[in-house]
Structures are given as C-alpha cells and as structure tokens.
C-alpha cells in the first residue's frame, strides 16, 4: 500500500436526461447510470444495484490478488459473477443476499491453499463488510 490512511474517495454525478446521470471520476472512463427497468429504467445504462455488485465484486478480486500476491501464490484465472437478490423487508426495499461465485484456476498443488486464501480475502473486503446482508462465498478452484 503506498497511500497513507485515510483514504478519500470521490465520484461525481451530473444529471443528463429523463432519470440518467452521468457518474465521472476523472481519470476514469465516464458511466452513464439510472434506474433499472424493474424500477422504470432502461437496460442499457448501469443501475445502482449493478453498481453496487460490481463493487463487491471488484473489492473481493482486488483484495485476494493482493493476499495471493503477497501470499506467493501463482493465479493462472479467476473470474466470477456476482448475484443478488432485492426483495421486500422489514426496512423497506433492500438487498436480502448477495452472493460472489467465483471459480479461481491454480496449480494441483494449490488448490487448498488458494480456497483459503480466497476466504481470507472475503474477511477483508472493505466493500463486503461495510454492507447490511451477508455477502456469501462460493468458490470453486481448478487444478491447470
């Protein structure tokens, strides 16, 4: 880590048109973003919901590349999709689970060692654990 703490983060938004903002953070590629379709929205620009599971995404890769590497551990693949489900609750209308799967690709010899790693990364996600809902892990890895 070469940034001392605390980190500052900062995303601006800018209202486009109809129920569509413009999210910039510059040097960053610009994302357009709205409501989904169930919420009246239009499929082609990236929601909240999507927003945020691609965060919990993005932070559990992010954090197991940083252990594997420090861990000395060869990743030969990783990909993952991320799920969750928006249902009523108590609260109001809220994510009730989200759920990372992922399928990681090591060497034979690895194999244990890299699920573990994966869980270890899954503790630390900053993104995971600033969330209400149990974000759940389901990994699979794959001897290459």
């Not at 940034?3 to 209202?15: D, I, M, Q, T």
């Not at 599971?53 to 940083?66: E, I, R």
Request: charged share 20%; hydrophobic share 40%; aromatic share 6%.
């Amino acid at each position: 880590m070469t940034a001392s703490f605390p980190h500052r983060y900062e995303v601006n938004l800018a209202w486009e048109s109809e129920r569509r903002g413009l999210l910039t953070a510059p040097p960053r590629p610009a994302l357009m973003g709205g409501p989904p379709p169930e919420f009246d929205g239009t499929p082609d620009g990236w929601s909240p919901e999507h927003l945020l599971l691609a965060s919990v995404n993005l932070c559990q890769m992010t954090t197991f590349l940083a252990i594997a590497s420090r861990a000395h551990l060869e990743v030969r693949g990783y990909s993952s999709r991320a799920e969750g489900i928006l249902d009523k609750s108590e609260a109001g209308i809220a994510f009730t689970r989200m759920t990372l799967r992922i399928e990681l690709k090591v060497a034979a010899s690895e194999v244990e060692r890299g699920e573990q790693l994966l869980h270890t990364a899954h503790r630390h996600c900053i993104v995971s654990n600033a969330l209400k809902p149990e974000v759940g892990l389901d990994v699979s890895v794959v001897a290459v």
